[in-house]
């Protein structure tokens, strides 16, 4: 069973850069799988913000897609994601999932979650 | 985009009764491509119906998923405790994937 992990911080200043790393385990990045962001704001639904698929492409949620950045690194099995220009808008909870595309197609993989803050 | 509406917004039900949540669509939704999630507070969403019909592993039989097109229904038979969360309908078929907004089953 693959599992993820979010790191970086938990507080970034308005008109800053967003950064955050998913840690696979588990399992390979390598493959047939879209790797995904997905974010919460406090006491909100779920937002997909994009993906990207290890040959190198990437698929972004055209609300967001002028400030998204999301790359993946084989050699250290994990995925990123910079967002650029934050407002506390951007305030929110980031998970990291895989998603699974085989006869049907859904997130089968979440980590557990990085409160982000937008704030000075 | 596709809008996903789920309602009701909020179900208030007891434990034993029967809970039906409904995901309507702004536009039709591949079948294999319309998903339910579980999240309750400080946790991840946790996947439950896939392919608008197929329970994940480990998912009790108590849930269950159907619909097509543009009206999808997740059925929960008798809810248990644990059954007490937000859930999510979602569907990945035409970008960008988007979530419904939620039903929350609270205890009545």
């Known amino acids: 069973q693959v599992q993820l992990q979010e790191s970086g911080p938990g507080l970034v200043k308005p008109s800053g850069t967003l950064s955050l790393t998913c840690d696979v385990s588990g399992g390979s990045v390598i493959g047939h799988i879209w790797w995904s962001w997905v974010r919460q704001p406090p006491g909100k639904g779920l937002e997909w913000i994009g993906e990207t698929y290890p040959s190198g492409g990437t698929n972004y949620n055209p609300s967001l897609k002028s400030r998204v950045t999301i790359s993946v690194d084989t050699s250290k099995n994990q995925f990123s994601l910079k967002v650029n220009s934050v407002t506390a808008a951007d305030t929110a909870v980031y998970y990291c999932?895989?998603?699974?595309?085989?006869?049907?197609?859904?997130?089968?993989?979440w980590g557990q979650g990085i409160l982000v803050t937008v704030s000075s | 985009e596709i809008v996903l509406t789920q309602s009701p917004g909020t179900l208030s039900l007891s434990p034993g009764e029967r809970a039906t949540l409904s995901c309507r669509a702004s536009q039709s939704v591949s079948s294999k491509s319309l998903t339910w999630y579980q999240q309750k507070p400080g946790q991840p969403p946790r996947l439950l119906i896939y392919g608008a019909s197929t329970r994940a592993t480990g998912i009790p039989d108590r849930f269950g998923g159907s619909g097509s097109g543009t009206d999808f229904t997740l059925t929960i038979s008798r809810l248990e405790p644990e059954d007490f969360a937000v859930y999510y309908c979602q569907q990945c078929g035409t970008s960008p994937w988007t979530f419904g907004q939620g039903t929350k089953v609270e205890i009545k």
């Open positions: 999932a895989r998603l699974w595309s085989g006869s049907s197609y859904y997130f089968d993989s």
